[in-house]
């Protein structure tokens, strides 16, 4: 095809990744709008408009809309897809990569407004890897930065969330504190085992001695595991 001299046709693919976004429409709205308005200022038609209501970008194959706009693009009814931000496709660099190698090979371009990418091209195929990775790269460093804080909040006995590690209680200023009789059973756990007790004996004496488990339940060989490795 001479796109020198033919309107290029795009099907446009909009998402939004949660069920609040889809029924209120303003996010769909809104990307619907973009891709219009590229269309009007780069002389294209839009054919169609895709939309994946309420669905995460972690995978292709849970998206139906994605699915079935791969396999009209693979059968030649446009010449690619226009998306109003290129993590409206995906926000992973593996499925990216995919997507860009398929386009290459079935002859269908990836078109993005916000970065104003095409990937017809092989200056627009480099940069759509190149903003992949680096979207990548900033998810990771977040989860990195996350983790980091937890542990040093763990470190410094400060309550994360979720279930309070054993041997400790929530204090009136959001501070792990030591609870005086689950310290007691952890003590008792160490002794027990260093004396060769068996799991199930180390908790047998437990119940002897009524120090009773965080849930009021007799010792079990589990439970006790547990204490012993913490």
Do not use: F
Request: charge should be positive.
């Amino acid at each position: 095809m001479n796109r020198t001299t033919t309107r290029r046709r795009l099907i446009g693919y909009v998402r939004v990744s949660t069920s609040m976004q889809a029924d209120a429409g303003h996010s769909l709205e809104a990307q619907r709008a973009k891709l219009d308005a590229w269309c009007a200022l780069y002389d294209a038609d839009l054919v169609d408009v895709v939309i994946d209501a309420g669905l995460s970008a972690s995978t292709m194959d849970g998206r139906p809309g994605l699915v079935s706009l791969l396999s009209r693009l693979r059968a030649g009814e446009a010449d690619g897809v226009l998306v109003a931000k290129l993590d409206r496709l995906t926000r992973s660099t593996r499925d990216l990569g995919e997507l860009v190698d398929r386009s290459t090979r079935d002859g269908w371009a990836i078109l993005s407004v916000a970065e104003q990418l095409d990937t017809s091209s092989a200056a627009g195929r480099l940069v759509v890897n190149v903003l992949g990775a680096v979207s990548q790269w900033e998810r990771e460093a977040a989860g990195e930065r996350t983790s980091a804080a937890m542990r040093s909040m763990r470190e410094r006995l400060l309550y994360t969330g979720g279930r309070v590690r054993y041997g400790y209680r929530v204090g009136d200023d959001g501070c792990l504190v030591p609870d005086e009789h689950e310290q007691a059973v952890l003590g008792a756990v160490r002794e027990l085992h260093a004396a060769g007790l068996s799991l199930r004996g180390i908790g047998a004496e437990l119940d002897r001695r009524g120090l009773v488990s965080r849930s009021g339940a007799p010792w079990g060989p589990s439970t006790v595991r547990r204490l012993v490795a913490a």
